[in-house]
Structures are given as C-alpha cells and as structure tokens.
C-alpha cells in the first residue's frame, strides 16, 4: 500500500516559518531560516527536516531556493553561544534570519514554544516544522546550511567525524572529544566540552608562570 503524503498548512504569502539547526550541537553556529513561500507555487514533500534523508532534504532545499517567494539565512556563532547561551543565541540567529529576508513579513510563525524577539507579531506553534509548510522550509534551510558549514569545518579537522554527527554528541564525538581534547569551533559552555577542558587542564605539570596565567583565567571566570 502508498505511503500517503504528508500535506502542511500553508501560510499567507505576507508570514514566514522560521526554524533553526544545531542547538544540541558541541560545536559550530546554530543557523535559523526565514521562508515566505509561494502559494502559486507549491513544494511537494515538504516535513520536518529530521523525517527526512540527506539526499531528500538537499533535494528539497534547491526547491526552496528557487520557488520561494523569500528566504534568508541568520546565525549565531559557537562564540555568541558561549557569550549569551544557546536559547539567546538561538533567538539572535532567528533575529538575523529575519531581518535580512528581501520583503518584509507582516507576521512570522515560529517552531517550538519560545518566541524570539522580532519586530513584528509572532506565534509559536510546537512541532511546526511538521505541520506548517514554510516553517518545515526553514528547518529545511536551516538544516542543510548548518550541515554544510559542518562539512568544511570536517575537511579542516577530519580526526572528529563531522560529517558523521554533525557536532552533535554522539559517541564517536565524544570518544574524538576524549582522544583529541576540543577544537576552537567547540561551544565551551556545554558541559561535555567544558568537564574535558577541565581535565586537560595540565595544572601540575605547568610552569610557575604558566600556573599564574591558569589562576588568574579562574579568577576572571569567577
């Protein structure tokens, strides 16, 4: 028997779905997406990225980018992740995602439970990114880019298997972790990174004034 075919809500051609990629990650930006979608046009096959397979999701994107109406990208850095935490650095991706779509929106509808601060009306709706078409486009978006930038940041340090997981914590990550200590792309707020910075801290076996510079980083962090 066929699989039936998911159908999403579709938006007014003036609101646009908005999603991110990788806040669970250890390393790397999280990436949010704005999408107006055309309803003269529409995407078969849209969902939820994660209900899809790599291929389906690339696939789907080169969609997006060709018959939307408007779509824009935004992210927050590992180091604004740190900075802020993930949730405000989530929201800034968002933020940017927003304000640098080509038309202006009148509302946006947004995956989760959270609204981000936008200059403009925004609902929630939890599991968006599989029941609303543009907001499934985002997650799309979003995915893909994040996946992407992973990519390039594997063929600069292979030894972690990013284009494996991503950045997510897996255990090959966190073997790759244990065995390699953290890159500069990892978010040292998260405790996985944080607790194995902390035991590579090389306290007994660095110089005096190398122990004063590690003393004094604590006493600033504190």
């Known amino acids: 028997m066929p699989k039936e075919k998911r159908v999403l809500d579709a938006l007014p051609p003036d609101v646009c779905g908005i999603d991110e990629a990788g806040r669970g990650a250890l390393v790397g930006a999280v990436v949010a997406a704005a999408v107006i979608l055309d309803p003269a046009r529409p995407i078969e096959g849209l969902d939820d990225s994660k209900r899809l397979s790599p291929a389906r999701r690339e696939a789907l994107a080169a969609e997006i980018r ?5 779509f824009s990208l935004g992210e927050a850095s590992a180091a604004e992740v740190d900075a802020f935490n993930i949730l405000r650095a989530t ?70 298997g990013f ?24 978010r040292e707020s998260f405790a996985p990174v944080r607790k194995i910075m902390r035991a590579i ?12 510079i590690v003393l004094f980083a604590e006493t600033e962090r504190t």
């Open 66 to 70: 060709k018959h939307a109406l408007a």
């Open 91 to 160: 929201f800034l991706a968002m933020c940017r995602a927003v304000e640098a779509l080509p038309v202006r929106p009148v509302r946006a509808v947004v995956d989760g439970n959270r609204a981000p601060p936008l200059a403009l009306p925004v609902s929630c709706v939890v599991k968006g990114d599989g029941k609303i078409a543009a907001v499934a486009a985002a997650s799309i978006l979003a995915k893909t880019a994040r996946d992407e930038r992973m990519r390039a940041l594997h063929a600069r340090r292979p030894e972690y």
């Open 163 to 186: 284009d494996r997981h991503m950045g997510y914590p897996t255990a090959a990550h966190l073997a790759a972790l244990e065995r390699f200590g953290p890159c500069a792309a990892h």
């Open 201 to 212: 801290t090389p306290r007994e076996e660095c110089s005096s004034e190398a122990r004063q």
